[in-house]
């Protein structure tokens, strides 16, 4: 069992910046990729960015590439998203997620992710 917890999101300005955290505990954080997705109202649960278990292969959807930056702390069992340039477009329910199955990659495919936490909202005003 893995359990997840996001914070830091919340309310910004467009062209702000925001860094979510996801703090994880259970078994060994080293051992899978996590993921960050998002999901604003009415819309279907979509990729973000995703980072490897040992932290140097990313992944981003191309409407972040440039602004977001994701990375992991294996010591402290963190993953953080970087959030700059922010849109209101970006708006949403941020999650993030574990895989254990990726080996040494990264995928954007939500269902290969067995754990997810509870989200953290960030919410981008014009």
């Known amino acids: 069992q893995v359990q997840l917890v996001e914070s830091g999101g919340g309310l910004v300005q467009a062209g702000g910046s925001l860094r979510l955290s996801c703090a994880a505990s259970?078994?060994?954080?080293?051992?899978?990729?996590v993921g960050w997705f998002r999901q604003a109202p009415g819309k279907e649960r979509e990729f973000v960015a995703t980072?490897?278990?040992?932290?140097?292969?990313?992944r981003y959807a191309d409407s972040v590439k440039g602004r977001f930056t994701i990375s992991r702390d294996n010591a402290k069992n963190t993953v953080y998203l970087q959030m700059n340039s922010l849109k209101p477009e970006d708006t949403a329910v941020y999650y993030c997620?574990?895989?254990?199955?990726?080996?040494?990659?990264?995928?954007?495919?939500?269902?290969?992710?067995?754990?997810w936490g509870q989200g953290t909202q960030v919410t981008v005003s014009s």
């Open positions: 259970g078994r060994p954080f080293s051992m899978y990729a």
């Open positions: 980072i490897n278990r040992q932290g140097v292969s990313t």
């Open positions: 997620a574990a895989d254990f199955q990726a080996g040494s990659s990264a995928y954007q495919e939500t269902y290969k992710y067995e754990y």
